[in-house]
Nanobody, 123 residues
């Protein structure tokens, strides 16, 4: 069984920063791609970023490129999402998830999800 627990969300003003963390249990963490998704009220869950098992490859949706950075520490079974220059449109519940497929941008490629952490950016 795999458990993912996100933390680090909160309320921040536009232009501010937050760092999300996702702590994972289970021995397969270090061998799989991990991803972050977000879901705003009334909208579908959307891909934000993903990182390969060894951290060498990272992927971002266009709207966060240059502002967000995904990273991981396999020794701590943790993946991070550093979010800078936050905008009101970044407001959403952010989820981390474990990827089992090459289509890292699709929610269907993920089998375990965290409970989510709320990020609210005020203007």
């Amino acid at each position: 069984q795999v458990q993912l627990v996100e933390s680090g969300g909160g309320l921040v003003q536009a232009g501010g920063s937050l760092r999300l963390s996702c702590a994972a249990s289970g021995r397969t963490f270090s061998s799989l791609t991990m991803g972050w998704f977000r879901q705003a009220p009334g909208k579908e869950r959307e891909f934000v970023a993903a990182i390969s098992w060894n951290g060498r490859n990272t992927y971002y949706t266009d709207s966060v490129k240059g502002r967000f950075t995904i990273s991981r520490d396999n020794a701590k079974n943790t993946v991070y999402l550093q979010m800078n220059s936050l905008k009101p449109e970044d407001t959403a519940v952010y989820y981390c998830a474990r990827c089992f497929s090459a289509t890292y941008y699709s929610p269907e490629a993920y089998d375990y999800w965290g409970q989510g952490t709320q990020v609210t950016v005020s203007s």
